[in-house]
């Protein structure tokens, strides 16, 4: 299996996959112009367009833009979320020795980049009453405060391209999603705010269909435009939780037990 280390060993090789993701030519382009004439300004390490003078960076347009953490540790970041173990926001945080905020923040970033990516699979829809026992109430940046949440505010939006009545509680495969579902949430991240169910769910599915290419994996969410704080704070799950139809099996319940084995960090934060 691919590891962090072939690949990301360095601040350079994080640059060199940047380049291979964003321009498949090897030629790299002005975000503004498409010009691929250009100074490079090594101090900065930033390029100067000839054609239009605009100023720009590998991370510009990407979801790492104008990011002030490492590059290196951005990408292990976003490592994590495509392969196993599964690693909480408070393991990564000691790992990589960053603020939990600024993990955290990161890790919502790309879990909302790679809900967007889910949105073309065929989904198991899963009733959040069923999943109260694992959901818990939060402030915008800190772990579980208090207990179990009683209710919760929904958003009264549902998946595209899936009807609310297309979910039946009693299909052994939606009881299957619902145990695979809670049992990531509960046995590693200890419990997840209501406000940002559906992203971790997206998340799961996306690491258990994509072990088995996390480079290809990685430069999709690379690629995609910057989320915002703003962006991050205001998103709201939606009215049900749902995981991809191709990451409901046994095996891929077994995966996520092997995962939580090895994985690392708080019990409490994710």
């Not at 990407?62 to 392969?83: D, G, Y």
């Not at 909480?88 to 790309?110: H, I």
């Not at 049900?240 to 934060?269: C, H, Q, T």
């Amino acid at each position: 299996m691919t590891t962090f280390e072939e690949y990301f060993s360095s601040e350079e090789n994080c640059r060199e996959f940047l380049i291979r993701a964003r321009y498949p030519d090897g030629q790299i382009r002005c975000p503004g112009c498409d010009g691929s004439r250009y100074l490079s300004i090594r101090t900065r390490k930033i390029f100067q367009c000839k054609s239009c003078r605009r100023q720009f960076s590998l991370t510009s347009g990407t979801i790492f833009h104008r990011a002030r953490t490492p590059l290196r540790k951005l990408m292990k970041l976003c490592w994590s979320l495509c392969t196993g173990p599964f690693k909480s926001a408070s393991g990564l945080s000691q790992e990589l020795d960053l603020p939990f905020s600024t993990t955290w923040e990161w890790l919502q970033r790309l879990r909302i980049v790679i809900e967007e990516q889910m949105q073309n699979e065929q989904f198991e829809l899963i009733d959040p009453e069923l999943l109260l026992s694992v959901f818990f109430r939060r402030s915008l940046e800190s772990p579980a405060k208090a207990g179990p949440e009683s209710s919760f505010e929904s958003s009264k939006e549902h998946p595209p391209g899936q009807s609310i009545e297309s979910s039946d509680q009693s299909n052994p495969k939606t009881l299957l999603a619902m145990s695979i579902l809670k049992f990531f949430i509960s046995e590693g991240l200890h419990g997840i705010s209501r406000k940002y169910g559906q992203i971790y769910a997206a998340q799961l599915g996306f690491t258990l269909l994509k072990t088995d290419q996390p480079l290809a994996a990685a430069a999709s969410i690379i690629k995609h435009p910057t989320v915002s704080r703003k962006q991050i704070l205001a998103y709201q799950s939606t009215d049900f939780i749902w995981l991809p139809e191709r990451a409901i099996s046994e095996d891929a319940m077994a995966l996520v037990r092997s995962y939580w084995k090895n994985a690392i960090g708080g019990r409490r934060r994710c």
